[in-house]
């Protein structure tokens, strides 16, 4: 069956590589959040498609949790010594991507296109999109004013207080052909919202025009995995922002957030005693090992899903 | 006295540093062809500008001959992996200087404003300026069609046959202020032709439109340092160029092609036998140890320059 999996960066890449190792090559299709994208020194930087590429692609550093393995940091510091801005790190290799991204992208190539040259040349033979080519940027209402989102996210780490979103261009971008395909595509047998950011990850994806509609109309079922286990999100800032909105920081409120739209909610093998008391209108309830730190972690979150939506069918 | 040099890459910023180190620091000004820039991946890269700049910094690769030292090349790799173009050597380091500089001339800034901010950082006292802020392109004449510079220089490795050179843009282009301030300053007391290639790195600084008047009008002689010595050029292909241009390989070609601008020529103790038979209208010919193997030759050959045109004052 085909699998359609909506990722963020870091814990949504995790899940995507578990989905690519279990199922045929052609099987997995992977979109991912392009609102985190920014200009930063003249460079087209693509954070989670980036994240997403090169985890695929094993080349990624799983201990510092971002970037490239064995990465280097030489150009970074010669920019800092002439005075330039260092805030966001940009590691020797990793710059290749986006020298190489910016490059095509000015030539007139689609951000589609450019994925799918560099996907090819780090031999990942699983199908990457972007949401969409056309540009929708996150902006974070903090208390103090409205940020792009990597000066929220890099620059100020997160700090400031945060009391919404709002993705600039969404309303006006066109998703992806491919994936609007695959959501009317009879054969689609499972679509998974991976463990990822629900405000700056997620929803960026599902705000797009007709995004919620084909999510909806789709031969298959939406599966949501949380990235909120306890009252800790696995990564980043997801718990602190719903602090910061006044949501009680636990699953509840990830499965709150897609209701209507999510089928069967995932949630961690450690919070079933909370599963009882999730109960949102169409919405299952499972709950599963999501916790993923090891390659085998992936793979068997990874099947437990697949093998749900099997058992599942009608 | 205040002194100008012209210079290229290499040859000319071995004395510039000489000339650097020997005078009050504010008394030299070094004016670079930028005729073999070029935009290459999105970056604007001044080869010439970068290697007097990183001569003068004391953070030029002196072995390699170009380059910063302590080079490393992971990006370059990288790119090459992704499919990228890499037969322009782009080192992980100098990337910095590159990102930097098309980062603040997309922001508006002037070339000579981008210098002096770069000079500043590596603390580099001495005014380093680019002959023109206005684009002039080297495109070489060659046996198969015409080639930009860079082309010919790094990725053919000056391996076609050459007829010709044209600098585009130079009839268009304004030389740059303080450049032509500087040849009507009255307290000018030496102008240097380094040793630099008199076809692609001298003849871009002196066709620009208004140099040879103010040249021929200025206060100061006008010395040119053979880059030719016996029947080679000292780096580079001038040689090779002479002898495809059908001219003798030997400093009184150089000689020749400086008629009409130059004082007083400069060519290696080595060619003293040859000194005697150069006979340019107006030019003296003088010979010193153009030969700058060490730190001491640079200082040594800018001291006898110096004293030289010292002695011939009026």
């Avoid at 963020?8 to 690519?20: D, E, I």
């Avoid at 990624?60 to 800092?80: V, Y």
């Amino acid at each position: 069956m085909k699998v359609l999996a909506l990722s963020g960066g870091v814990g949504g890449a995790k899940l995507a590589l578990g989905l690519a190792r279990v199922l045929p090559v052609d099987a997995l299709t992977v979109v991912a959040n392009t609102a985190d994208d920014f200009e930063h020194l003249g460079f087209y930087i693509a954070p989670d498609l980036d994240t997403v590429m090169y985890t695929l692609a094993g080349i990624n550093d799983s201990e510092r949790g971002w970037g490239l393995a064995g990465e280097s940091w030489q150009c970074l510091d010669a920019l800092d010594r002439l005075g330039g801005e260092r805030w966001f790190q940009l590691g020797d290799r990793d710059l290749a991507t986006h020298i190489l991204r910016s490059s095509l992208l000015r030539e007139g190539l689609s951000l589609t296109e450019v994925t799918a040259r560099l996907c090819d040349a780090l031999q990942v033979a699983v199908t990457l999109l972007p949401m969409s080519d056309d540009p929708v940027r996150t902006l974070v209402d903090c208390e103090d004013g409205e940020l792009p989102f990597q000066h929220y996210f890099v620059r100020e780490q997160c700090r400031p207080a945060v009391r919404g979103f709002r993705f600039e261009g969404q309303q006006l971008a066109r998703p992806q052909a491919q994936f609007m395909e695959l959501l009317a595509d009879p054969e689609l047998g499972l679509v998974v919202i991976c463990p990822s950011n629900p405000f700056v990850s997620v929803d960026p994806i599902l705000g797009l025009p007709a995004v919620r509609d084909a999510l909806a109309s789709c031969a298959a079922p939406v599966y949501a995995v949380s990235p909120i286990v306890g009252d800790r999100a696995l990564k980043g800032p997801a718990a602190k922002m719903m602090a910061e909105l006044g949501l009680p920081v636990s699953a509840a409120s990830v499965a709150a957030h897609y209701r209507g739209l999510v089928d069967t909610f995932v949630m961690d093998d450690s919070d079933a005693t909370l599963a009882g008391t999730i109960d949102e209108p169409g919405m299952q309830v499972m709950t599963a090992p999501t916790v993923m730190k090891s390659l085998e972690d992936r793979e068997q979150l990874a099947r437990v899903l697949l093998s749900h939506a099997e058992d599942a069918k009608p």
